[in-house]
């Protein structure tokens, strides 16, 4: 499924318009639709952990999110070897309204979610 970006992806602010591809539903890929060199790796933050998000109000007007929109959280994933090592970024979600098909970047305040990390290892969410 398509999705128009608003505002920018940190980092990548060429990037306005993106396909997104569930390969399960923990993992989903999103690939850049006029780039397709500038793709990543997406993780359903709800199957690893406890995740509460606040949306800003500046992003819910800017993805026209209303108390009956359809919304996605997903969370970039960097990959690397072993996959154990790879990294999520849980402070710079992307909100995604479903009914419009719009997408942005939120940065979540740090003082406001201790609990989240920028970059914690998939291999710190395995069941003991």
């Excluded at 997406?42 to 690893?48: A, Q, R």
Aim: hydrophobic content about 40%; aromatic content about 8%.
């Amino acid at each position: 499924m398509s999705y128009e970006v608003k505002g920018e992806i940190l980092g990548f602010q060429d990037t306005k318009n993106v396909t997104i591809n569930e390969i399960d539903p923990l993992f989903s890929t999103m690939i850049d639709n006029t780039n397709e060199n500038i793709s990543f790796t997406l993780v359903n933050p709800y199957l690893l952990r406890d995740y509460t998000i606040d949306i800003p109000l500046d992003a819910k007007e800017l993805l026209e999110i209303d108390k009956d929109s359809q919304v996605a959280v997903f969370n970039i994933l960097i990959i690397q070897k072993p996959l154990e090592k790879s990294t999520i970024n849980f402070l710079a979600p992307l909100v995604i309204n479903m009914d419009k098909k719009l997408l942005a970047q939120i940065i979540l305040e740090p003082k406001k979610h201790p609990d989240y990390g920028m970059a914690e290892t998939i291999e710190s969410f395995k069941e003991n």
